[in-house]
């Protein structure tokens, strides 16, 4: 309470206002409800972004890459893949770019994917940094087998 005597000159005394509340509501409810509305309308958001992002594209035949090979693809509607078949039956897919400078890669030997800009090299199982200057493994799609489709989810 305060006296504002010495403001306007009359005697009165004046009080904080009383919080106006919204049957069965109150100002801590309706922000909770509010708060629990926005985050669900971005997780929402969020959720249809990925599934409209994510496409499954054939890539291949199961017969164009042979047992230890590898091989790029540029699929229509998809982005540059490199396919490796590093085991009878087992197909990997990455990105084909270096992780050191976004070189494409050059080729394989042995068991690694090699870049001939600096000499990095990653697995061709699991696309892990097998030698330098990479900073990290090549990034991997998921991909499936269905008869002799090769499919990669974009
Ligand atoms: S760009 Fe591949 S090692 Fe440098």
């Given at each position: 309470m305060t006296n504002c005597t010495d403001v306007c000159g009359t005697a009165c005394e004046t009080t904080a206002p009383a919080e106006t509340k919204t049957p069965g509501f109150t100002r801590r409810s309706l922000l909770r409800t509010a708060a629990i509305g926005l985050a669900a309308l971005g997780m929402s958001s969020v959720a249809s972004t990925a599934m409209a992002a994510s496409k499954k594209i054939?890539?291949?035949?199961?017969?164009a890459i042979k047992v230890g090979g590898a091989n790029i693809f540029n699929p229509k509607g998809g982005v540059p893949v490199l396919i490796t078949h590093?085991?009878?039956?087992v197909f990997r897919a990455f990105s084909?770019?270096?992780?050191?400078?976004?070189v494409p890669l050059a080729g394989i030997s042995g068991t690694n994917l090699v870049?001939?800009?600096?000499g990095a090299s990653f697995n061709t199982?699991?696309?892990?940094?097998?030698?330098?200057?990479?900073p990290t493994g090549l990034p991997k799609y998921t991909v499936t087998v269905s008869g002799t489709s090769v499919i990669v989810t974009f």
């Open positions: 054939t890539v291949c035949k199961t017969t590093p085991k009878a039956g084909p770019y270096c992780t050191h400078q976004q870049c001939n800009q600096h199982d699991t696309g892990k940094v097998t030698g330098g200057p990479a």
